[in-house]
Nanobody, 115 residues
Framework: QVQLVESGGGLVQAGGSLRLSCAAS????????MGWYRQAPGKQRELVAV???????NYADSVKGRFTVSRDNAMNTVYLQMNSLKPEDTAVYYC?????????YGQGTQVTVSS
């Protein structure tokens, strides 16, 4: 089992920035990939960004060039730096971890971008 604890959500104006953090309850070397998903009202959960233990990244097209995912393996933590935020980025953001062939999600943190 993996517990994921997110922090850093909030309300920001369009064009602003936020940084999300997520700490895992297990050692980073045992987690194949960590990252972030999001779910907007009335929509399905979607991938935002993922980073492997080795540092390879994958981003949704809608956030490329604006968001950056990173991880601190020593701290078992993954981050999401979100710049140039848009109202359509408004969603609940969920931390994600792939651990021993199973997927885990945090409880989510709300990000609201006002126009």
């Amino acid at each position: 089992q993996v517990q994921l604890v997110e922090s850093g959500g909030g309300l920001v104006q369009a064009g602003g920035s936020l940084r999300l953090s997520c700490a895992a309850s297990v050692r980073a070397f045992s987690i194949n990939a960590m990252g972030w998903y999001r779910q907007a009202p009335g929509k399905q959960r979607e991938l935002v960004a993922v980073i492997t233990f080795g540092g390879s990244t994958n981003y949704a097209d809608s956030v490329k060039g604006r968001f950056t995912v990173s991880r601190d393996n020593a701290m078992n933590t993954v981050y999401l730096q979100m710049n140039s935020l848009k109202p359509e980025d408004t969603a609940v953001y969920y931390c994600y971890a792939r651990y021993i062939l199973s997927d885990y999600y945090g409880q989510g943190t709300q990000v609201t971008v006002s126009s």
